[in-house]
């Protein structure tokens, strides 16, 4: 269901908070993971990742939220209370970052996903809230959370799980749900070797996209049981979900069909940008003419912390030193100083000297790329000094022998690969 109106605000997104599981490393990243969370990776010339999830609880009217951090937090904390500090108490409207602080015993950090909100229980008690929205913090999309918190309490469910349909070859990287003719989950297999396909629907799996609803009493119980189940691992997908079915509790799926924000000629969208490919393609695709995210959206706008900059400068018109940039998305701060850009995304203050040439790149904020550099199907991270006349993604074995190449062929730089010093914990 394409939607004809912007959101879908109403009592229950204001009785609702919102828990953004922000703590995990990301691993598949690689060195990009090195010194943030996978949440606070930049993403899309301007934004950090977790701005997804913030910007779709703004926008769907939850101001009451929680940013649950772990993994080296310092830059998506410094992000949060930077740009996302303009709710009001007195509204009783926040964003709240609730690092793990030991707060159930001295030796208990979160051990999982469950555990990372059974831990902010006395938190959550004091916020009174009728239900209770968790989201994943690394995941790309726009949607409407309105609309699966009203389908939720039309179902009257216990809980309510966000779905995407996947491909059957692609689906042992999710939690596979079976459901009946009403929607009600009636299996949930966590990361299956062999996923099930959608009944009547070969070669299709439906998959958990992480997102769930619950009533907040119900939640409160359920996460004390959990608790004190010494056989748990304290995951929603492998503990959670598997024992409410079990038991016979309502659990229903919610298809991300229903309330993914798009325009009604646009597929739905949703990426999990876990690794170096995907997230160079993600970064990549918003440089295309017609995108398959629109983040030019004034009706559903992602919001992110930006310091004030100039605007991006391209100098110099002699051929052979042109400054110009093809097919690209080129963010404030910047200066493309008699050089050649195509088909790429530079983030916030690049500076790219005379005679360098970038093609499918993706930059991050602080670069410098010195003259004559030549920079194809590449990812570098923040703070890089690129040296003057360097070719990288231009000889695999070459690029192999100091940076990270992936099987696809796509390059990725950091400072410590070019023994410079780390820029800032950034």
């Not at 959101?7 to 997104?13: E, K, Q």
């Not at 703590?23 to 990776?41: E, F, I, M, N």
């Not at 966590?190 to 009493?217: Q, R």
């Not at 559903?300 to 051929?319: G, H, M, R, S």
Request: hydrophobic share 40%.
């Amino acid at each position: 269901m394409v939607k004809e109106y912007p959101r879908f605000v109403s009592l229950l997104t204001k009785n609702t908070v919102a828990l953004i599981l922000a703590g995990g490393r990301g691993s598949r990243l690689k060195q990009l993971t090195d010194w943030r969370a996978k949440p606070g990776v930049p993403f899309g010339g301007k934004f950090r990742i977790v701005d997804f999830p913030l910007s779709n609880c703004m926008n769907s009217g939850i101001r009451r939220i929680g940013v649950v951090t772990q993994y080296k937090s310092h830059s998506l904390i410094k992000h949060i209370q930077r740009g996302w500090g303009f709710l009001r108490g007195e509204f009783n409207e926040f964003v709240d970052l609730l690092p793990a602080q030991q707060r159930v015993a001295e030796d208990a950090w979160y051990k999982g996903t469950t555990d990372a909100v059974y831990q902010n229980l006395d938190i959550l008690r004091v916020y009174k809230p009728e239900y209770v929205l968790i989201l994943a913090g690394d995941h790309i999309y726009k949607m409407d959370y309105g609309e699966m918190i009203a389908s939720h309490v039309r179902n009257e469910a216990d809980m309510s799980v966000a779905c995407i349909e996947v491909p059957t070859e692609e689906a042992s990287a999710f939690g596979v749900l079976a459901v009946d003719d009403e929607g009600r989950v009636v299996e949930f297999i966590e990361k299956p070797a062999t996923p099930p396909s959608i009944p009547g629907n070969p070669g299709t799996s439906l998959c958990s996209m992480g997102i769930y609803v619950f009533n907040a009493a119900f939640l409160f119980e359920q996460l004390m049981r959990d608790a004190d189940d010494s056989q748990s691992e304290h995951d929603f997908g492998k503990d959670i979900i598997p024992h409410l079915i079990k038991t016979g509790y309502r659990v229903y799926a919610h298809s991300f069909t229903e309330s993914c924000v798009r325009r009604e000629d646009e597929e739905p969208y949703w990426r999990d940008v876990g690794t170096v490919d995907a997230y160079w393609e993600a970064n990549l695709d918003l440089a295309r003419i017609t995108p398959e995210l629109n983040l030019y959206d004034k009706d559903w706008p992602i919001w992110t912390y930006q310091e004030q900059l100039p605007p991006a400068k391209f100098v110099f018109d002699e051929e052979g030193r042109r400054g110009m940039a093809v097919d690209s998305m080129v963010s404030g701060g910047c200066i493309i100083s008699g050089a050649t850009v195509r088909r790429s995304v530079l983030f916030s203050n690049v500076m790219v000297k005379e005679g360098a040439y970038l093609e499918e790149a993706v930059v991050l904020p602080d670069v410098i790329i010195g003259e004559g550099a030549i920079l194809k199907q590449v990812v570098i991270d923040r703070g890089c000094k690129i040296p003057p006349g360097v070719s990288i993604g231009v000889n695999r074995a070459e690029d192999e022998k100091h940076f990270h190449v992936t099987q696809k062929g796509i390059t990725l730089v950091t400072p410590e690969m070019l023994g410079q010093a780390l820029h800032q914990f950034r």
